[in-house]
């Protein structure tokens, strides 16, 4: 048994029980959970201008250190972003199939776990 370096690699849970280092990437047809964790210094580390949506799962976004806001796009045309704040040591659930993005407060560690099959990134327009 080796260590795995969390900020290089992703843990996968497959359905079988069995769990594997992999590749971090944004969509995954394997049908197991993701658990990344990475160093952002900056929004754009973060994909800040990006919306980011994981219709087969709920994610949980997790703040390690340092601190966080992760902002829900509006469910209706013209509506207002939602926002929640994340300082060291907590998490959100972004609920399934809903479009959300990280800014950060301060350099920090987040971990993430979802399902990745049918993520999708789209760039936020002001």
Request: hydrophobic share 40%.
């Amino acid at each position: 048994m080796n260590p795995i370096d969390m900020f290089a690699s992703a843990l996968v849970l497959h359905p079988d029980g069995a769990v594997r280092a992999a590749e971090r990437r944004m969509t995954s047809g394997d049908g197991g959970w993701q658990i990344a964790a990475f160093h952002a210094e900056t929004d754009e580390d973060v994909h800040a201008d990006h919306w980011e949506v994981h219709p087969a799962a709920e994610e949980a976004v997790c703040c390690l250190s340092g601190g966080l806001r992760i902002c829900f796009r509006p469910e209706e045309p013209g509506g207002e972003e939602e926002m929640v704040r994340l300082p060291a040591g907590t998490a959100v659930v972004v609920p399934r199939g809903r479009w959300h993005r990280l800014e950060l407060d301060a350099p920090s560690d987040v971990m993430s776990v979802t399902l990745r099959q049918g993520s999708r990134l789209e760039r936020r327009t002001v």
